[in-house]
């Protein structure tokens, strides 16, 4: 049931790109990004649509193909204030929020 | 303030005595659910709800009972709890998952059972 995200982890220096991906074996019929620091709760990065639309928020930016039922994150020119886990969160046609395992960021100065 | 409110954040009983976790939003929300947070494992569902009186069973139900008699609550309730239920647990609400915008979190329960 649950998203499979990769990588687990990654570690990037300021200025670095990075990618996360999120794959499902359902039908989507959207993708939401969610960034969680340490301790606190999971805060809404974006969400895509079934349609294969691109989407962006400041240096961060995300896909999803509908037909391979998958999404990526990118996340260009990293800085410190990316560090953190990130989840992607499918709904597939139940209408149910599914989290993956998530992906631990970490950004060095 | 759009907000989804849990009550209380930290909690530490003991196995099999009951116990319930509050979730209460002010957005006027039809979903809502309930996470579990475990290292590796990421955000698992335990129960969610379309709108009133509609509740249905997520990922890892076990242990786990909730109700929705009113809108803006949605509390967890664990019978009797035993020390696998030792966890972070989060309370989510929107409008539709499926078409967005954005589901919100309360602060999360650090529930602790020994």
């Known amino acids: 049931q649950q998203p499979v995200q990769s990588p687990q982890a990654v570690i990037l220096r300021e200025g670095e790109d990075a990618v996360i991906n999120c794959s499902s074996s359902?039908?989507?019929?959207?993708v939401h990004w969610y960034r969680q620091k340490h301790g606190e709760a999971p805060v809404f990065l974006m969400i895509?649509?079934?349609?294969?639309e691109q989407k962006g928020h400041e240096k961060i930016s995300a896909s999803f193909n509908e037909k391979k039922q998958q999404s990526s994150l990118y996340l260009t020119a990293s800085q410190l204030s990316y560090s953190g886990t990130y989840f992607c969160?499918?709904?597939?046609?139940?209408?149910?929020?599914?989290f993956g395992a998530g992906t631990i960021l970490r950004v060095k100065s | 303030e759009a907000q989804v409110t849990q009550n209380p954040r930290y909690l530490i009983t003991v196995t099999g005595k009951k116990l319930t976790v509050t979730c209460s939003q002010n957005?006027?929300?039809?979903?809502m659910s309930w996470y579990r947070q475990d290292p590796g494992l990421g955000l698992r569902q335990i129960y969610y709800?379309?709108?009133?009186?509609?509740?249905d069973k997520g990922d890892v139900p076990e242990g786990y009972k909730v109700s929705r008699k009113e809108k803006r609550n949605f509390p967890l309730i664990l019978e009797s709890p035993s020390p696998n239920q030792t966890s972070l647990y989060f309370c989510?609400?929107?409008?539709?998952?499926?078409?967005?915008?954005?589901?919100?979190f309360g602060q999360g329960t650090r529930l602790t059972v020994v």
């Open positions: 957005m006027n929300h039809e979903y």
């Open positions: 709800s379309m709108n009133v009186e509609v509740t």
């Open positions: 969160g499918t709904v597939g046609y139940g209408n149910k929020l599914v």
């Open positions: 895509l649509l079934k349609g294969g």
């Open positions: 989510a609400s929107s409008l539709s998952p499926g078409d967005g915008p954005e589901a919100f």
């Open positions: 359902k039908a989507l019929y959207s």
